[in-house]
């Protein structure tokens, strides 16, 4: 009865997956030319940018990363900007994280036990923490009380206004005069100068 079913049911999956007959080349006999002729290195999800040299790569991700040291936090992100050139065409920032699985990664293999400056700042209105680029992050990312935050974080009104990255992963508000290491980020998102520097 179920193989009946299953047949029932089947019937018609031919039209519902654009099955078509392959022959003995592995090649669909009907295709049209226009899907045949897609070229073979066009594939969902590549990048579409380039990077500068000294970005890598890291798991899945479409982002390439940096690690450097000893800037303030102001100096880490115009450094990281200043790593684009007229040969790439991404763009380059302190890293911005749109998920969680990008944090996780770049806590677990970049941080290096050590802690880094990250792409986010109150410096420009005191309380409202903004990423560097343009990349639609949801507004409650970091949220003002919630995870990312560490323990009782951000706790330094207008004296801690960017965002350090700690050991476990979670960020604290900070002096951004200090001289940490950073994390640069190269991807298809602008910094967008409006979201960091104070009016
Ligand atoms: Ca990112
Ligand atoms: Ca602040
Ligand atoms: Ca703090």
Same mark, same amino acid.
């Given at each position: 009865? !179920?193989?009946? #079913?299953?047949?029932?049911?089947?019937?018609?999956?031919?039209?519902? &997956?654009? #099955?078509?007959?392959?022959?003995? /080349?592995?090649?669909?006999? =009907?295709?049209?030319?226009?899907?045949?002729?897609? @070229? $073979?290195?066009?594939?969902?999800? /590549?990048?579409?940018?380039?990077?500068?040299?000294?970005?890598?790569?890291?798991?899945?991700?479409?982002?390439?990363? !940096? !690690?450097?040291?000893? &800037? +303030?936090?102001?100096?880490?992100?115009?450094?990281?900007? +200043?790593?684009?050139?007229?040969?790439?065409?991404?763009?380059?920032?302190?890293?911005? &994280? $749109?998920? =969680?699985?990008?944090?996780?990664?770049?806590?677990?293999?970049?941080?290096? *036990? +050590?802690?880094?400056?990250?792409?986010?700042?109150?410096? !420009?209105?005191?309380?409202?923490?903004?990423?560097?680029? =343009?990349?639609?992050?949801? $507004?409650?990312?970091?949220?003002?009380?919630?995870?990312?935050?560490? $323990?009782?974080?951000?706790?330094?009104?207008?004296?801690?206004?960017?965002?350090? /990255?700690? /050991?476990?992963?979670?960020?604290?508000?900070?002096?951004?005069?200090?001289?940490?290491?950073?994390?640069?980020?190269?991807?298809?998102?602008?910094?967008?100068?409006? *979201?960091?520097?104070? @009016?």
């Amino acid at each position: 009865m !179920r193989w009946l #079913l299953l047949l029932g049911l089947c019937a018609g999956c031919d039209k519902l &997956f654009d #099955l078509r007959h392959v022959d003995s /080349m592995g090649e669909a006999a =009907d295709a049209p030319a226009d899907v045949a002729d897609v @070229p $073979a290195d066009i594939a969902i999800d /590549m990048p579409t940018f380039t990077c500068p040299a000294g970005y890598g790569s890291l798991s899945n991700l479409s982002s390439k990363y !940096r !690690r450097s040291t000893g &800037f +303030d936090w102001l100096g880490a992100e115009l450094d990281c900007e +200043d790593d684009r050139d007229n040969t790439t065409t991404g763009s380059t920032h302190l890293v911005v &994280f $749109a998920d =969680d699985a990008e944090r996780v990664l770049v806590t677990t293999v970049l941080l290096a *036990n +050590d802690t880094a400056w990250i792409g986010v700042t109150d410096r !420009r209105l005191e309380g409202i923490w903004k990423w560097v680029s =343009d990349e639609p992050v949801p $507004a409650t990312y970091p949220g003002p009380n919630g995870a990312p935050w560490g $323990a009782n974080e951000p706790n330094g009104s207008v004296n801690e206004n960017c965002v350090q /990255m700690v /050991m476990s992963g979670t960020f604290n508000d900070y002096a951004c005069a200090a001289v940490l290491p950073y994390i640069c980020e190269c991807d298809s998102h602008v910094p967008v100068m409006d *979201n960091y520097q104070p @009016p």
